[in-house]
């Protein structure tokens, strides 16, 4: 069974992250959470990020708001994909400082972004990408976005009548 791992830089960031989580537990997506600072627990983003893939990760989503070191951190340190989620918080500018460090790395050091407080859009995109690799996930992604289609149509034709 493959696993993602759903960390953040803070408690604060859970309310956020527990999207994520929400869309891969629906997703039948074994999940390991957690709380790594890139700032204050350096040694634990350190040890995380280098050691995820031993213990069976596949993907990485990290969340981060302010300075959101956290992403672009664990990407430069695991062989993992990472995905990214800025987190508008309250010392934040807007969610613009999160949105840039988490979205502009250097060559060599990708991190797949997604929109400000996007973790469900993280979780969706990380069971796609267990999804290539697991015909069991990827049927629950193909019935999801079915489901996303009918959820157009029978609102479509409501406002029709």
Do not use: C
Not at 19 to 44: G, N, Y
Not at 67 to 93: D, E, Q, R, T
Not at 102 to 111: A, E, S
């Amino acid at each position: 069974m493959m696993k993602v791992a759903v960390i953040m830089g803070s408690i604060s960031d859970m309310p956020v992250m527990q999207e994520a989580i929400d869309i891969l537990k629906a997703f039948d997506i074994e999940t390991e959470v957690d709380i790594v600072s890139a700032h204050r627990t350096p040694e634990k983003l350190f040890d995380f990020s280098k050691n995820a893939h031993h213990r069976g990760i596949t993907v990485i989503i990290a969340g981060a708001g302010g300075a959101a070191h956290l992403p672009g951190m664990v990407a430069s340190l695991s062989p993992l994909p990472v995905i990214g989620v800025p987190v508008k918080s309250s010392n934040s500018i807007d969610g613009w400082d999160s949105i840039l460090s988490i979205l502009q790395m250097p060559g060599g050091v990708p991190v797949a972004t997604v929109a400000l407080n996007g973790a469900k859009n993280a979780g969706i995109l990380a069971a796609q990408i267990i999804g290539s690799h697991s015909k069991a996930v990827l049927d629950r992604i193909i019935l999801y976005k079915t489901g996303l289609k009918e959820a157009v149509i029978i609102a479509s034709e409501s406002i029709q009548k």
